[in-house]
């Protein structure tokens, strides 16, 4: 079956832009995550979505940062204003019910702010 | 907040060698993953680990969760260069929160 999608696959931007990043989760999954990898950082959580509750943004780094998930499905992820340090692989990730459930990921969004 | 310690940071070895890559948790686990990341794509899911002396395998690679110590370890037996590429472990410390994942293993497999 289909896995997660997401686009666009490749994002360059200027600085000081605002990007939307979508992603399309794995049908019938309640959980959507969003995670952030950079160049020796390793993977960073940023918000997490699970049925009908309030997401978890604990992970968002600032509040240029923001994402909603419409009808329990497709998530974006809005980044406004830009700057360089944003430049990073932005991954999706999906689960059948959150929790401990494992997670299926998406093969990301490479951002490069200039 | 937990933290994963990966081991290597990078490995290089030759083909039909076998080899052992760690990863250890600063807390107690209730879930261990293994991914897997070729350059320019996402996770890969390999095996999730839940119990303590949980051993789990698929094809060449075989995944131990060691509960007391805190630790994961992946094997793969004779490597083969398909195996080349980023290994990820990621833990949750609950039952409802994201995962915590280390900063990778990076495998090259030489002819």
């Known amino acids: 079956g289909a896995g997660v999608s997401q686009s666009p696959s490749n994002k360059v931007t200027e600085k000081g832009k605002d990007v939307e990043l979508r992603c399309d989760p794995i049908s019938g999954h309640t959980a959507l995550y969003w995670y952030r990898q950079s160049l020796g950082q390793g993977l960073e959580f940023l918000i997490y979505?699970?049925?009908?509750?309030?997401?978890?943004k604990s992970g968002l780094p600032s509040d240029r940062f923001s994402a909603e998930r419409t009808g329990g499905s497709v998530s974006t992820l809005t980044i406004q204003r830009t700057q360089q340090e944003d430049s990073a692989v932005y991954l999706c990730a999906s689960s059948p019910a959150g929790g401990v459930d494992t997670q299926y990921f998406g093969p990301g969004t490479r951002l490069t702010v200039l | 907040s937990q933290e994963l310690e990966q081991s290597p940071q990078s490995l290089i070895v030759q083909e039909g060698k076998n080899l052992t890559i760690n990863c250890t948790s600063s807390k107690t686990l209730y879930g261990l993953y293994w991914y897997k990341q070729k350059y320019g794509e996402g996770l890969i899911f390999l095996m999730m680990?839940?119990?303590?002396?949980e051993e789990k395998s698929h094809e060449k690679i075989t995944a131990k969760l060691d509960e007391k110590k805190q630790q994961s370890s992946l094997h793969i037996t004779a490597s083969q260069p398909s195996h080349a590429g980023i290994y990820l472990c990621?833990?949750?410390?609950?039952?409802?929160?994201?995962?915590?994942f280390g900063k990778g293993t990076r495998l090259s497999v030489i002819a």
């Open positions: 990621g833990a949750a410390n609950s039952g409802n929160t994201p995962l915590v």
């Open positions: 680990l839940q119990k303590g002396g």
């Open positions: 979505f699970q049925g009908n509750s309030a997401p978890d």
